[in-house]
């Protein structure tokens, strides 16, 4: 399903906030159909690596590229038809209060193409139904939908224009569990339905290890790890460890363990409690 084209090109990548330096020299490729997820801690600068590659915040060096388009060198014309290639779903929705959650739907199809009412009230219906929402809630304003609904309501409104590429912020915080497991399924329905690219940014250890492709780990202003899941939890990079070896990373990988592999993390080599269970040649890791 993967291609080995590039959607996302970051090369080099150089932030800085007065004399706060974000990101140095950070560089990292996302392809297409590929779902690749951002980690790190508290303001090691995945949202401002997300709004740079949303052409939201310039970087003060370094090439970006989405979709083909170098961002040193786009038109504002150009900008305007790529920002209708990719959709976003923000972390708290993003939806406009005083609109249904269908007339928010339908609003991007009003603001960026000149289809009839019908035929955007259509699209609007289709695209709520594909995200999982009932008929009987198209009518209901965003503040009278639960959270777990409100983030399908985002996601359809991110798919309005059809786009080929998803930002996705956060895209199970504050659910739970079940909801958060249910959102998990339908990005990847997305992207194996559609081909869909998607980038997200999330801290959800179970999101990571049932959805993403790829992780970047993001730390001390670089990328300092990058690879699948599996790949990370054998990583002996110290931000990564310390991401996993929390009692949460350690609890989303056993529930990973069941379901898809079989191999241990690094970790749990050095964890004694384990020891006795594990065969001799994988102790000397
Ligand atoms: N507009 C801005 N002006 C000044 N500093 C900023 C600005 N935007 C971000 N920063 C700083 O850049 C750093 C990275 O912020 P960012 O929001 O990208 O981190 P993050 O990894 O997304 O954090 P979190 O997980 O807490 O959301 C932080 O120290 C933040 O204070």
Redesign the pocket.
């Known amino acids: 399903m993967q291609s080995q084209e590039i959607v996302i090109e970051l090369s080099n990548v150089s932030?800085s906030?007065?004399q706060?330096i974000?990101h140095e020299r950070v560089s990292l490729e996302v392809k297409r159909a590929e779902i690749f997820a951002l980690i790190?801690?508290?303001?090691?600068?995945?949202?401002?690596?997300?709004?740079e590659m949303m052409l939201l915040?310039h970087p003060n060096a370094g090439k970006i590229k989405v979709l083909g388009y170098d961002f040193e060198t786009i038109t504002q014309a150009q900008e305007q038809a790529l920002k209708q290639r990719w959709g976003v779903m923000f972390q708290h929705g993003g939806l406009f209060g005083s609109l249904t959650i269908h007339e928010n739907v339908g609003l991007p199809l009003r603001e960026h193409t000149d289809l009839p009412d019908a035929l955007i009230d259509e699209l609007a219906t289709w695209k709520l139904s594909m995200v999982g929402l009932e008929s009987g809630v198209f009518g209901l304003y965003p503040s009278e939908l639960s959270g777990g609904m409100l983030k399908r309501a985002s996601l359809a409104r991110a798919l309005a224009l059809d786009p080929e590429l998803l930002f996705l912020d956060e895209p199970t915080a504050g659910l739970d569990p079940i909801s958060a497991g249910e959102i998990d399924v339908l990005i990847l329905k997305l992207r194996d339905m559609f081909g869909l690219t998607i980038l997200m940014?999330t801290?959800d250890l179970d999101t990571l290890w049932q959805v993403s492709d790829r992780v970047a780990v993001?730390a001390n202003t670089k990328v300092e790890d990058l690879g699948s899941m599996l790949e990370l939890s054998k990583s002996k990079v110290v931000s990564v460890r310390q991401f996993f070896d929390g009692a949460r990373g350690r609890s989303a990988y056993a529930q990973e363990q069941k379901i898809n592999h079989k191999e241990p993390m690094a970790s749990q080599l050095d964890d004694k409690l384990l020891v006795d269970k594990l065969p001799v040649d994988k102790l000397k890791v």
């Open positions: 932030t906030f007065g706060h974000v790190g801690g508290s303001g090691s600068g995945k949202s401002t690596l997300l709004r915040h940014v801290h993001l």
